[in-house]
Every structure is written in structure tokens, then in C-alpha cells.
T-cell receptor
């Protein structure tokens, strides 16, 4: 089991470009969560998805950010027209159940740098 | 609102000493409390968790205690070693709309000095 796979590990974008971050959950996990970690800060919830459905996007900025988890393929976090404040580490996590008693398995993250 | 508070933000100990990190949570219905360790440049890794039907759980040098009445839980690391140096996060699930999401504390940067 390869665990949660995120790519790319590092991504550099110029202001105004688009960033696409990919996440493949662990085998058998159908629940995906995206978190953002600003430098020297904690993990902030962004969005929770199941296959083909966005369940909770309460932590995601209203503009420029979108997420999807298609029937086939990885989950994608998309940031349009990036700004310097988007520079952060973005972590994806997956779990087998959406209940209270299971933790998440995290990927190694994508470190986005906006120049 | 939904909140998990974690203290201290930084902790420095000598090798061999114990380290204790404390967290409080707001959702009284939470019943699962994981702890994650994040090393530099890596993703958070689950190191121990506790469910609300027990008050304490141990795994070698690591233990977690839970006080549901007071809504706080703690991580205890005994006989610390330099490789324990990392950022530690506590978390608690917030249940809403039929599902849960983990809310994380702000993290504790632990430095173990040889």
C-alpha cells in the first residue's frame, strides 16, 4: 500500500498563474481532505470530498480555489491566479470512513511557492 | 465555535527528560483524539490516538491521557531522544451534517537537546 500520494512535491508559480495539486488517497479510502499549512503555523481545514461530491468546503476561500474528486483519477486542488499569500504547504489526507473514530493518513504535501 | 487549543507552542527539554503537551477541545461529542508528529519537510504522521471509552493509552515511550469531563487530553513522551524533535499536533473531530472533520491544534515545536 503506497499510502497517500501527492504530487508535485514542490511547485513554483508566478503571480497570476494557475496551480494544480494532485492527491491519490490510500487504496480503499474514499474520503479525501485537504489542509493548508502556512509557514510556522498549524493545519487549517479547507475541503472534504468523496468521490464526485464536495461534502464540506467551508474552509476554502470563496474565490480562485476549487477542488474535485472525480470518479476516476486523483483529487485535484486548483488555485487560479495565484498570489504570494497562497504560498504554503498543502496536505491531502484520506480515511476509510467519515465517522468520529478514525484518523487520517496524510500525504507528504505539496509546497507551493508563488514568486 | 469549533476549536482545539494546544499548549505550549514550543518546548525544549534535555535528552532523557519527559515532555508533556496539552490540548483542550470544544465539541463535547468528540470521542476520538489523535496525535500527529510532523518532521521537517514531511507530512503529519499519526503516532498515537485515544478513544473516549478509555482514560489512558500507552505505546512504548508515548502515552496519551484523556479527561472527557474537562475536555482535555495530553501527550506524554518519556525518556526523550533527539529524534523526538519535531512539531506535534493534537486533533479532535467536529461532527456536522452527518460527517466529521478533524480540527487541529496550532502545534508544539519540541526540541530535545543531547
Amino acid at each position: 500500500n503506497a499510502g497517500v500520494m501527492q504530487n508535485p512535491r514542490h511547485l513554483v508559480r508566478r503571480r497570476g498563474q494557475e496551480a494544480r495539486l494532485r492527491c491519490s488517497p490510500m487504496k480503499g479510502h474514499s474520503h479525501v481532505y485537504w489542509y493548508r499549512q502556512l509557514p510556522e503555523e498549524g493545519l487549517k481545514f479547507m475541503v472534504y470530498l468523496q468521490k464526485e461530491n464536495i461534502i464540506d468546503e467551508s474552509g476554502m476561500p470563496k474565490e480562485r480555489f476549487s477542488a474535485e474528486f472525480p470518479k476516476e483519477g486523483p483529487s485535484i486542488l486548483r488555485i487560479q491566479q495565484v498570489v504570494r499569500g497562497d504560498s504554503a504547504a498543502y496536505f491531502c489526507a484520506s480515511s476509510p470512513y467519515p465517522t468520529r473514530e478514525y484518523g487520517y493518513t496524510f500525504g507528504s504535501g505539496t509546497r507551493l511557492t508563488v514568486v | 465555535g469549533e476549536n482545539v487549543e494546544q499548549h505550549p507552542s514550543t518546548l525544549s527539554v534535555q535528552e532523557g527528560d519527559s515532555a508533556v503537551i496539552k490540548c483542550t477541545y470544544s465539541d463535547s461529542a468528540s470521542n476520538y483524539f489523535p496525535w500527529y508528529k510532523q518532521e521537517l519537510g514531511k507530512g503529519p504522521q499519526l503516532i498515537i490516538d485515544i478513544r473516549s471509552n478509555v482514560g489512558e493509552k500507552k505505546d512504548q515511550r508515548i502515552a496519551v491521557t484523556l479527561n472527557k469531563t474537562a475536555k482535555h487530553f495530553s501527550l506524554h513522551i518519556t525518556e526523550t531522544q533527539p529524534e523526538d524533535s519535531a512539531v506535534y499536533f493534537c486533533a479532535a473531530p467536529i461532527f456536522s451534517g452527518g460527517y466529521n472533520k478533524l480540527i487541529f491544534g496550532a502545534g508544539t515545536r519540541l526540541a530535545v537537546h543531547p
